[in-house]
Nanobody, 121 residues
Framework: QVQLVESGGGLVQAGGSLRLSCAAS????????MGWFRQAPGAEREFVVA????????YYADSVKGRFTISRDNAKNTVYLQMNSLKPEDTAVYYC??????????????WGQGTQVTVSS
């Protein structure tokens, strides 16, 4: 069982930056692939980025490639999402997710409660 708690959301102007954090419980965090997803009002949840257990593999959605960077610190049981050059269309609730997997899974088993990111124009 893994519990995930996101933080770091907020209101930022277009072109600004935010860093989201996701703190995970459990002693085997390093064995979990981690992902970030987002859901805008009236829209379906969409994949943003994933990182493998070691951090050696990452995969980004085209919409955030070059602007967002995912990283993880297994010693701190935390995964980060650095978001730069934010656009109004990045406005959404951002969710952290985990799956016991040594690759980059498409499906995730554990989810955080989400953190709101609002980008003003």
């Amino acid at each position: 069982q893994v519990q995930l708690v996101e933080s770091g959301g907020g209101l930022v102007q277009a072109g600004g930056s935010l860093r989201l954090s996701c703190a995970a419980s459990g002693r085997t965090f390093s064995a979990y692939a981690m992902g970030w997803f987002r859901q805008a009002p009236g829209a379906e949840r969409e994949f943003v980025v994933a990182i493998s257990w070691s951090g050696s593999m990452t995969y980004y959605a085209d919409s955030v490639k070059g602007r967002f960077t995912i990283s993880r610190d297994n010693a701190k049981n935390t995964v980060y999402l650095q978001m730069n050059s934010l656009k109004p269309e990045d406005t959404a609730v951002y969710y952290c997710a985990a799956r016991y997997d040594y690759g980059l899974p498409r499906m995730y088993d554990y989810w955080g409660q989400g953190t709101q990111v609002t980008v003003s124009s």
